[in-house]
């Protein structure tokens, strides 16, 4: 064995023993063999290293064929398109968006990617999964007004497609439109409803709007921007630095923190949706939203119209978000019923007696409630007010005033009654002063006298 170094390396072989050592035979320079016992477990750790570079050898060698196979297999993409009847393309699948000169390999977008694969994952997961139920409608609204249908995932970092969706700006719906933007643009936002819930008629709006941002800015980066923040504010930035694009104006903090982070959101939302099983997420099922239109004259509550059309009132009130009260608006409406119910609801509306209409309108609009009043105690309802209250608290007396006719061709306007101090003065008996008073005191003490 080698002790330390090759001058003292000698050769030696093991033979079985008579117990549990072995006997190892060293030969020296002079041919003698001198017998010496090793103990059996260092000859079991010679054993052992030597099967572990075995191994390690095998492993070498099977890591080197591997990569050979490897090599030969991508290197020919036409190869194997001849082998196996597949085409093989020579970089990863195109995304969407990028035949419009959107940025995705910005640092921005990486990091966005990341934060919607772990952080905001089951935000991204829920919302991609409600869009399979709006985007075929999205995308058909967003191409017949000529804007590009990538832009129909804007509401998965809008609102999450969720149509009651309410900011702290008070933006609402899908596509989160503040009031007056939403009414510049043909949406109805009163008491009974309002339209940026809906995902159709918001749709056609933000179609609209973003079609308008795309013509005064000419870059979808910057109209994203002004979608989030106002066009005037970009408008304002743009003139007032020598900034071209999004990326500068984000770079040089001109920006809110929130629309510095709107952009490069979308793009990585973008990007997920493109490819979502390469990013960990599983394609939503499609479930296209159908429906039958109704038009309703009426004040009516949703409920009628579930029971005519057999489905439950969530699903009405699904269909009809903006229908915020539960109930056809008054001067009527159109309503979304269930996909083959159309022709079922019609048939029941136009069968109710006018009584029955009648309570379905008190249903849907009941009386104000009664005021109440305290009496001795109790709250009971109030009295009418009476002309005689009307007097005592002090407000004025409505009355038609008549004119007065003269001689002449000539109405005379009446002249204005008097005020209530004025009468109360002519009313009351003159009052006397001191030495008035003396003198009748007077006159009444001689008269007792000569009497």
Avoid at 150 to 157: D, R, V
Avoid at 361 to 369: G, M
Wanted: glycine residues 8%; charged residues 25%; positive net charge.
């Amino acid at each position: 064995m080698c002790g330390g170094g090759e001058s003292r390396c000698r050769p030696f072989d093991l033979r079985p023993g008579t117990d549990s050592t072995f006997r190892a035979v060293e030969v020296r320079k002079g041919g003698e063999e001198v017998l010496t016992r090793t103990p059996g477990i260092v000859i079991a750790l010679v054993a052992v290293w030597t099967i572990t570079g075995c191994s390690s050898i095998r492993r070498n060698d099977a890591e080197r064929h591997w990569w050979q196979w490897q090599k030969a297999e991508t290197a020919s993409p036409a190869t194997l398109a001849d082998r196996y009847g597949v085409s093989v393309g020579e970089r990863k699948p195109k995304l969407r968006g990028e035949q419009l000169g959107l940025k995705f390999d910005h640092p921005k977008v990486g990091d966005f990617v990341s934060k919607y694969q772990t952080d905001l994952r089951n935000f991204y997961g829920r919302a991609l999964e409600r869009s399979s139920r709006y985007l075929p409608r999205i995308e058909s609204i967003l191409q017949k007004e000529g804007v590009p249908t990538e832009l129909a995932y804007l509401p998965l970092i809008e609102s999450g497609f969720r149509p009651h969706a309410v900011s702290p700006a008070k933006a609402v719906g899908l596509w989160q439109f503040i009031p007056d933007t939403g009414r510049r643009y043909g949406l109805r936002i009163d008491r009974f409803v309002d339209e940026r819930r809906d995902p159709i008629k918001s749709t056609r709006a933000a179609a609209r709007y973003l079609k308008d941002l795309y013509g005064m800015f000419g870059d979808w980066h910057l109209s994203l921007a002004a979608y989030n923040t106002g066009e005037g504010r970009i408008s304002r930035l743009l003139s007032a630095s020598d900034a071209s694009d999004f990326w500068e104006l984000s770079e040089r903090g001109y920006l809110f923190r929130e629309t510095e982070d709107y952009v490069p959101g979308f793009l990585a939302a973008l990007q997920i949706a493109s490819h979502p099983e390469a990013y960990g997420f599983s394609r939503p099922k499609p479930a296209p939203l159908e429906y039958d239109l109704v038009h309703i004259e009426h004040v009516m509550p949703l409920s009628a119209i579930a029971r005519w059309s057999e489905h439950p009132l969530s699903t009405i009130e699904e269909l009809n978000p903006a229908l915020v009260r539960g109930i056809v608006p008054p001067g009527g409406y159109t309503v979304r019923v269930p996909e083959g119910t159309r022709a079922q609801v019609q048939r029941a509306y136009a069968q109710l007696t006018p009584s029955e209409l009648l309570a379905l309108q008190r249903i849907a609009l009941p009386p104000p409630p009664t005021r109440t009043c305290r009496s001795k105690g109790k709250r009971v309802p109030c009295k009418p007010r009476t002309s005689v209250a009307v007097a005592r608290s002090g407000a004025p007396k409505l009355e038609a005033k008549k004119p007065t006719q003269t001689k002449s061709t000539t109405k005379a306007v009446a002249s204005p009654a008097p005020s209530k101090s004025a009468v109360s003065k002519a009313s009351a008996p003159p009052q006397r002063s001191k030495e008035g008073v003396k003198l009748a005191r007077s006159n009444k003490s001689g008269r007792k006298a000569r009497n």
